[in-house]
């Protein structure tokens, strides 16, 4: 499977972007997807997550009400709808699969970039003040 990120750009505070993750392949409806973010010198940061069927989403606490993470299982693709979007919300966003079929029975191992085996190439956010 691979995965393409695209909807990245520049912003003012405030505004919105909604990304993109489309990812190849015909089993994409049993993949666990998320989004992660990464600044320079940073580790890469969990952002929110959604189940095979959309059903259950996770989210960091910074993106909690600004942020909505959603599925088309027969487009293939994984949004990240970015609200009130804030200075630091800068970064670079990936999209990531797990693509295994054992289940994350845990937030911390949901939020874990080594639990997910396939990564998007990133998409730049810049939000300006």
């Known amino acids: 499977v691979q995965l393409q990120a695209s909807g990245g750009g520049v912003v003012q505070a405030g505004g919105s972007l909604r990304l993109s993750c489309a990812a190849s392949?015909?089993?994409?409806?049993?993949?666990?997807m998320g989004w992660f973010r990464q600044t320079p010198g940073k580790e890469r940061e969990f952002v929110a997550a959604?189940?095979?069927?959309?059903?259950?989403?996770y989210y960091v606490d910074s993106a909690k009400g600004r942020f909505t993470i959603s599925r088309d299982n027969v487009k293939n693709t994984v949004y990240l709808q970015m609200d009130s979007l804030k200075p630091e919300d800068t970064a670079l966003y990936y999209c990531?699969?797990?693509?295994?079929?054992?289940?994350?029975?845990?937030?911390?191992?949901?939020?874990?970039?080594?639990?997910?085996?396939?990564w998007g190439q990133g998409t730049q956010v810049t939000v300006s003040s």
């Open positions: 990531a699969a797990r693509t295994t079929s054992s289940v994350l029975t845990s937030l911390r191992a949901r939020s874990t970039p080594s639990s997910y085996d396939v």
């Open positions: 392949g015909r089993r994409f409806s049993s993949y666990f």
């Open positions: 959604i189940s095979f069927s959309g059903g259950n989403t």
